[in-house]
């Protein structure tokens, strides 16, 4: 039975036509991107835009697909490559550099039109061989069809059979094309624990529970588009502000320097970055964990406390 799969990014758009697993690719003339498409560099300063690009103009908003939907697509494929690579034992680095690559791959790429666990897997593959801790394909389809499909109690006999392991590693194999062209080949991921951590260190607290808090907000943001909007450090500096709020503590300051001024952020991308994570003017209760309602601004605040 013939079939055909069109594959579209990085600028190229290949149909796959392919017949008892054996297929030819026969490259045709890319047709014109819209706005949130058009950058291919490999430059990673190219990966970010405004929440208003991500949320109104993404390819899955054009195919009817909502904001609500994409967003909660988002959360799922993001789930799923925290339990894929968690099964895999794959470091926090490899999970989140895979996340990212998700996130990237469907600013290209409608939801409408590719299989988000499908596109995640690929995505834990590759971020295996970018992050120095591969895992064998065999390995990643296997652990990814048993989550996938976990209602089924013969799922894992089922991947084991011969005809099916092709199957799905034939799929894995043609995605793995797709998210390369459609990342353009640009594997440069930078992640927010590293400044993260060099802040803690350096002011002390790398011990004290607000590392962990601040570590698990980072964690959170992944699941959101935090990290297409706002660059690593900056979203270090967000993890920080969260978890002082959270535990209602204040950090010491350097001389004339508050700790944000380390970063190069402002209050107001400070508290952009707290309303994307947590909600329009809410803030986290320490005692419940909930969302309970605030009136005063965090830059409003914080802007005070420089002037003091």
């Known amino acids: 039975m013939m079939g055909e799969l069109l594959l579209q990014g990085g600028g190229v758009q290949l149909l796959v ?3 008892g697993g054996s297929g030819k690719l026969e490259e ?14 490999s ?9 208003d690009q991500i949320d109104n103009n993404s390819p899955s908003r054009r195919d009817g697909i909502d904001l609500k939907k994409e967003n909660y697509l988002r959360k799922s494929y993001c789930t799923f490559l925290q339990d894929l690579g968690m099964r895999l034992k794959e470091p926090q680095l490899t999970i989140a550099t895979a996340i990212v690559f998700c996130h990237r791959f469907f600013l290209r790429q409608s939801h409408h039109k590719n299989d988000c666990h499908l596109i995640a897997t690929v995505c834990m593959f590759l971020a295996g061989k970018v992050e120095d801790s591969p895992r064998p394909l065999q ?10 499909f976990k209602k089924d109690p013969i799922a894992v006999q089922k991947i084991k059979q011969k005809h099916v392991f092709e199957a799905e590693k034939e799929r894995v194999l043609l995605g793995e094309w797709l998210v390369l062209t459609t990342l353009g080949f640009d594997f440069n991921v930078h992640h927010p624990y590293k400044p993260l951590g060099a802040t803690l260190r350096k002011l002390g607290m790398a011990k004290h529970p607000l590392a962990q808090v601040a570590w698990n907000f980072v964690n959170d943001g992944l699941r959101t588009s935090l990290c297409l909007q706002y660059k690593p450090h900056h979203v270090a500096a967000g993890a920080i502000f ?7 503590i204040k950090l010491t300051s350097e001389g004339d320097k508050l700790w944000w001024q380390e ?46």
């Open 43 to 51: 430059s990673s300063s190219h990966w970010y835009f405004t929440k």
């Open 263 to 308: 970063f190069e952020v402002t209050p107001r991308q400070l508290e952009a970055m707290e309303r994307h994570a947590l909600g329009k003017e809410r803030s986290p209760c320490p005692k419940f964990g909930c969302m309970c309602y605030t009136e005063t601004s965090s830059a409003d605040m914080l802007m005070r406390t420089t002037k003091s």
């Open 17 to 19: 036509a392919f017949a």
């Open 242 to 248: 969260l978890a002082t709020k959270f535990l209602k």
């Open 139 to 148: 390995d990643v389809i296997l652990m990814s069809y048993e989550i996938r």
């Open 28 to 41: 045709q003339q890319p047709e014109e991107e819209e706005e949130l498409c058009t950058t291919n560099s």
